[in-house]
């Protein structure tokens, strides 16, 4: 099984990651819109103030809205990279070859989450220059809760990317899902203040325990008084992983 | 010569819809077999059951000896695959994909011979999406036969192609089987069958209707020969008689048919223009193809 997963791998993942730096839309999608974002409502809402999160006249924090970004585009394009393989044939073609499923997926989510690492990596130095004074959250723990946070999201995308038919629903059908699940991750006002039913969605999405797990991690408080959120999203990905093996399709 | 796929009972259906109802075939080594049939008859299907990439509803197949469900990773190693309209990442390039597939199999070919056997030595650098029609086609015999596989798979090859491509295509088939290789291949053109086939299976409707040689079947099933020739000389009618039905051309005055049975006909059509000492401007011969047959025991051409 495990030769069998390992069969073309790292060969397909630096393929994969070689042909998506061909494609300038995607490139800049996934490096430079999420950065842009960050530094305009940084400088907008005045992201100098030394704690962001605890500011009044910041109603959330811009690091965390774009790390968030960050995990939505990798899905985005994850979700629009399987529909159109499949919808070529692509994945049909690959499939009659000894490359197992797993492999094809895994090696697009190795390029994605090496992709949210360098968005980042860009993201944190921007914050540092633009911002001085700000950033003193911990990089490594931040990486570290950002790509959990993307893997989890990631796997919601992958059960997005069984279902949309066609390509061109890909995009549509991932927005109608991603942005409601940003709205509900409380990022932007307390999941506590939701009325019940929507309390008891939000904690069925990874993106709002990624927000409560980055909140964590930038105020300092850490992963020790998160684990929750952090099971949560480890428990998440595999539910959705599971739930995305059984409605895959190929064709 | 032994049997490499033994198809047996196989059936496949599609919600109601009833894709290959009941098809059993075989398919020898060394040879070139044909699945032909319009387009919806259940060719891509029977062959997606055989490759192991699509599950049967019912029957059994045994390919190399395997069962393409139960021993679906040892045969891929032994079988090459094309798809009808198959694509790959748009901006992969030739030798990327190439150099993936190698990998992926114990036993590969030198690959850059391939290309250059392909004909694709100049477009290792090309992106995927900035090849012709062609030379895509080419890419992906490449592909199906980069591991040196016991039998190859190729669905609608030339579906789409020029006549120029299709010929080259033609060729590249004919020297895979010289090399020893079994291949079973689909098409919707009777010309490309009848050219490249040792054996053809007709299906319509999901149900095979006949099998054999082109040859055979065009004997067995349109046996008609038709001679058409052009003389100036008046008692030609009268004096063919004896060999067939004589009719005169309404377009053409001089122009005759005549109609008989048989491979030997066309031979008597000589030997008697021959010794009656007829002067001939023109002589054809309209003998039938797998187009014919086809028309004959469906009752519609293959493109209706």
């Known amino acids: 099984m495990k030769r069998q997963f390992l069969r073309g791998f790292w060969k397909l993942t630096w393929l994969e990651t070689k042909i998506f730096t061909r494609e300038p839309m995607g490139f800049v999608a996934t490096l430079v819109m999420p950065l842009l974002v960050f530094i305009v409502l940084g400088r907008a809402f005045g992201a100098n103030k030394p704690v962001p999160t605890t500011g009044l006249d910041i109603p959330f924090n811009p690091a965390i809205l774009a790390a968030i970004l960050i995990a939505i585009s990798a899905v985005q394009s994850l979700v629009a990279i399987i529909s159109i393989y499949r919808e070529g044939g692509i994945l049909k073609r690959l499939r009659a070859t000894p490359l197992s499923p797993i492999t094809i997926l895994g090696a697009h989510v190795v390029v994605k989450l090496c992709f949210t690492v360098i968005s980042l990596a860009l993201l944190l130095l921007a914050g540092r220059r633009l911002f001085p004074g700000v950033m003193h959250v911990n990089v490594f723990s931040f ?8 893997l989890s999201i990631l796997s919601l995308g992958f059960i997005i990317a069984s279902v949309v038919p066609t390509a061109r629903f890909a995009q549509p059908v991932s927005a109608a899902v991603i942005y409601p ?9 307390p999941v506590d203040r939701l009325p019940r039913a929507f309390r008891g969605i939000a904690l069925l ?6 927000v409560a797990l980055l909140d964590g991690v930038w105020d300092g408080s850490g992963w020790g008084a998160h684990w929750v959120n952090a099971a949560a999203l480890v428990v998440l990905f595999v539910a959705y992983t599971a739930v995305s093996t059984k409605v895959f399709r190929w064709e | 010569m032994n049997p490499v796929i033994a198809v047996s009972n196989l059936g496949k259906r599609y919600g109601h819809t009833v894709a290959v109802d009941d098809v059993s075939l075989e398919v020898l080594e060394g040879e070139i077999f044909g699945l032909i049939g319009p387009n919806g008859a259940g060719k891509t299907t029977t062959m997606e059951c055989v490759e192991g990439n699509r599950v049967p509803d019912k029957g059994t197949i045994s390919v190399l000896g395997l069962d393409p469900q139960r021993d679906a990773n040892e045969l891929r190693q032994r079988i090459g695959v094309q798809h009808q309209e198959a694509h790959l990442q748009k901006r992969i390039k030739v030798w990327e994909a190439v150099d993936l597939w190698q990998s992926l199999y114990t036993r590969a070919v030198d690959a850059d011979a391939l290309l250059t056997r392909l004909g694709l030595e100049a477009k290792r650098n090309a992106w995927f999406m900035t090849l012709s029609g062609g030379q895509k086609q080419r890419l992906f015999i490449a592909l199906a036969l980069i591991h040196e596989p016991e039998v ?12 120029q491509a299709r010929r080259a295509i033609w060729g590249l088939v004919t020297g895979i089987r010289e090399r020893g290789t079994t291949v079973f291949l689909t098409t919707h053109l009777m010309e490309e069958a009848e050219r ?3 054996r053809v299976a007709i299906i319509e409707h999901g149900r095979l209707i006949e099998v054999g040689t082109p040859d055979e079947l065009v004997q067995k099933h349109c046996p ?13 009618a009268e004096r063919m008689q004896a060999v067939g039905a004589v009719e005169r051309d309404e377009g053409s005055e001089a122009t005759y048919a005549i109609r008989g049975m048989g491979d030997e006909f066309v031979t008597d059509v000589i030997n008697v223009i021959a ?4 002067r001939v401007r023109g002589f054809h011969t309209e003998i039938p193809t797998l187009e014919d047959v086809f028309l004959k025991l469906t009752g519609h051409g293959i493109r209706d």
Do not use: K, Q, Y
């Open chain 2, 224 to 236: 008609e020969r038709t001679v058409v020739f052009t003389s100036d000389d008046a008692s030609v």
């Open chain 1, 143 to 150: 990486t570290a809760a950002v790509l959990l946070s993307t």
């Open chain 2, 275 to 278: 010794r009656e000492g007829i």
């Open chain 1, 181 to 189: 699940m940003i709205a509900l991750s409380g990022l932007f006002f």
């Open chain 1, 205 to 210: 999405l990874p993106t709002t325990h990624a």
């Open chain 2, 152 to 163: 190859v798979f190729l669905d609608e090859l030339t579906t789409g192609l020029d006549p």
């Open chain 2, 196 to 198: 490249l086939c040792d």
